[in-house]
């Protein structure tokens, strides 16, 4: 046996017990020893070498990079979430023949597909779906995650919204949470381009907040430029303070003229 897999498999209990207790910096310390210890496996990939102990080498690989996963959701971290994600899809993929299934495999699919809709990636996003297995699009992570993104573009926003209460998962709220943001934000958006001012109830009701605290505590938060005046949310200074592009409409034609002036020439 590697002498190596006996300390990786003592580190990772530890890393383990270390998550139980939320003790994000333990977690963090030990998780970057075991990821420097799993490269001395060279059944790992991308090597994928037929040693003794492949297969234990690679199932506690695979523990660790799930972990590594779920860790960087517990302490909101996207970047640490789609490196250690893209380390771990290979076992899903191109070792899942060598390794019985994972209980979390689906979560973690799912969860991916929640993050690259909250990040706006939508073409990669079908991307991934078209991976996936017609078993894997009939598991409720995926399919929540689907439901989700045709909410999403159909403009369905208080389905999207009232999706929280159906996860499948609680670790699924981090993102659920950072979509409901999005939707709101694009709401906002939309609405001080196309109106001047809102009473407050209609506000609240616009972007989906149950009480008119929230709905101060967003504007305070993420629009600060709009006015709040006798009852109203009032969006004119913002469009007052958005800087307005001058077309250079003589440098359009100029260039536009010469265009054709060269043509008659060609011809």
């Known amino acids: 046996m590697d002498p190596k897999l006996p300390e990786v498999s ?7 017990a270390a998550c139980v207790r939320e003790d994000v910096d333990t977690c963090s310390n030990l998780l970057s020893k075991l990821k420097v210890l799993l490269t001395g496996f060279r059944s790992l990939p991308p090597l994928f070498e037929d040693t003794p102990n492949a297969i234990h080498e690679l199932t506690l690989a695979r523990d660790v990079y799930e972990h590594a996963v779920l860790l960087s959701v517990q302490i909101g971290d996207q970047d640490a979430f789609e490196r250690d994600f893209f380390q771990l899809k290979p076992y899903y993929t191109d070792a899942s023949s060598h390794l019985p299934p994972s209980s979390q495999e689906y979560m973690i699919l799912g969860l991916n597909l929640l993050r690259l809709l909250v990040q706006n990636r939508i073409a990669e996003f079908h991307t991934e779906l078209e991976l996936l297995s017609p078993t894997a699009l009939e598991n409720p992570c995926i399919k929540h995650a689907v439901e989700l993104e045709q909410s999403f573009m159909e403009g ?12 499948p998962y609680k670790t699924y709220d981090y ?13 906002a958006g939309c ?15 616009m972007l989906l907040f149950s009480s008119d605290d ?9 629009h600060p430029e709009w006015e709040i005046k006798n009852g109203l949310v009032i969006f004119q200074k913002a469009k007052e303070c958005a ?3 001058e077309i250079p409409s003589l440098q359009l034609i100029n260039q536009t003229l010469s265009y054709a002036r060269e043509l008659e020439r060609i011809v």
Do not use: H, W
């Open 10 to 16: 003592q580190l990772f209990e530890r890393f383990k």
């Open 156 to 167: 369905a926003y208080n389905r999207v919204l009232s999706a929280k209460q159906t996860v």
């Open 175 to 187: 993102f659920m949470d950072l979509l409901a943001k999005t939707v709101r934000d694009e709401i």
């Open 191 to 205: 609405s001080e381009k196309a109106y001047d001012y809102f009473s407050i109830g209609d506000a609240r009701q």
């Open 214 to 222: 929230e709905l101060l505590q967003y504007i305070k938060e993420e």
């Open 243 to 245: 800087p307005c592009k």
